[in-house]
């Protein structure tokens, strides 16, 4: 296994357009976070999936952002409608339930909107 | 989520060790400190956890007042790779399940000198 992957690692999108980025967890993990990180601070949780299910969702997501799990193995996040705003670097992470082992975070999808 | 307080930045020089603290001052019994690291361009790296003994592993050591209320993340000698912003994070367990999102404050900004 090599470790969370996430594609594309960079997307230069003009505002008002979609956007889709993708996260391939480590297999065994059975929980998927996203994250959003935006320049000199830390990242900031999204939203979570434990299999299939979205358990949390934070405030910062607006209608405009979606993520799923189809089936509990990879996760997609859409933001429908970019703003500048949306620019910042998105982090996928993986873990199991139990928190063992701890979290491991992909290298993230780096997002600019102009 | 219970709160962490760090130093904005430390400094050292290359293979001294390093004494990173965290406050934590209203942790709660079931509450585990993560620490995690960033170095640039990267998502974040486990580094260790624990929860009332000290702890370590082959990147660091975890040291843990009596009262829980404060930690140390030490990096026993440093390197130039050892240059990242470090959180320290809690995050609470209940039946065997970690409680999900890790919530990341401005972590520390540790500069390495040669």
């Known amino acids: 296994d090599t470790g969370v992957s996430q594609d594309p690692r960079h997307k230069i999108t003009k505002r008002g357009q979609n956007v889709t980025f993708r996260c391939d967890p480590i297999?065994?993990?059975?929980?998927l976070y996203w994250y959003r990180q935006t320049l000199g601070q830390g990242p900031e949780f999204l939203t979570y999936f434990q299999n299939e299910a979205q358990l949390e969702k934070s405030r910062l997501l607006s209608d405009r952002f979606s993520a799923e799990r189809p089936k509990g193995s990879f996760s997609t996040l859409e933001i429908q409608r970019t703003e500048q705003g949306d620019s910042a670097m998105y982090l996928c992470?993986?873990?199991?339930?139990?928190?063992?082992?701890?979290?491991?975070f992909g290298s993230g999808t780096r997002l600019t909107v102009v | 989520d219970a709160k962490t307080t760090q130093p904005n930045s430390m400094e050292s020089n290359e293979e001294e060790p390093v004494h990173l603290p965290c406050n934590h001052s209203?942790?709660?019994?079931?509450?585990?400190i993560h620490w995690y690291r960033q170095l640039p361009s990267q998502g974040p790296e486990y580094v260790i956890h624990g929860l009332t003994s000290n702890v370590n592993n082959r990147m660091a050591s975890l040291a843990i007042a009596e009262d829980r209320k404060s930690s140390t993340l030490i990096l026993h000698r440093a390197t130039l790779r050892d240059a990242a912003v470090y959180y320290c994070i809690l995050n609470g367990y209940a039946g065997g399940t970690s409680y999900g999102k890790l919530t990341f404050g401005q972590g520390t900004i540790l500069t390495v000198h040669p």
């Open positions: 209203t942790i709660s019994g079931t509450d585990y």
């Open positions: 297999s065994e993990h059975n929980r």
């Open positions: 992470a993986s873990s199991l339930a139990s928190g063992v082992y701890g979290y491991t």
